[in-house]
């Protein structure tokens, strides 16, 4: 079992950043496909971002492309994202996932128990 744990929400003005981190325990995430999704007040969650296990891929969802990005520290077992531009419909909370297990839905394992931003316009 892999236990993930968010941290770096909060409040912040539009146009601001934010860092999100999402530390591994139990278990190394080094070999896992990492993301972020998300999930705003009344909508479904969506996905953010994912990166390999290298680090070498990543993806964003097109709402976030070029504002935020993906890392990760396999040394640290913790991924980021930093998040920059940020807009109020951005405003959501953020979950961490681990270990892509079916890539046509977008499925993982692991997901942690989420961290709250909130941008104000």
């Known amino acids: 079992q892999v236990q993930l744990v968010e941290s770096g929400g909060g409040l912040v003005q539009a146009g601001g950043s934010l860092r999100l981190s999402c530390a591994a325990s139990?278990?190394?995430?080094?070999?896992?496909?990492m993301a972020w999704f998300r999930q705003a007040p009344g909508k479904e969650r969506e996905f953010v971002a994912t990166i390999d296990w290298t680090g070498a891929t990543t993806d964003y969802a097109n709402s976030v492309k070029g504002r935020f990005t993906i890392s990760r520290d396999n040394a640290k077992n913790t991924v980021y994202l930093q998040m920059n531009s940020l807009e109020s419909e951005d405003t959501a909370v953020y979950y961490c996932?681990?270990?892509?297990?079916?890539?046509?839905?977008?499925?993982?394992?692991?997901w942690g128990q989420g961290t709250q931003v909130t941008v104000s316009s």
């Open positions: 139990r278990r190394t995430i080094s070999g896992y496909t």
């Open positions: 996932a681990a270990h892509l297990t079916d890539r046509s839905t977008n499925k993982y394992t692991y």
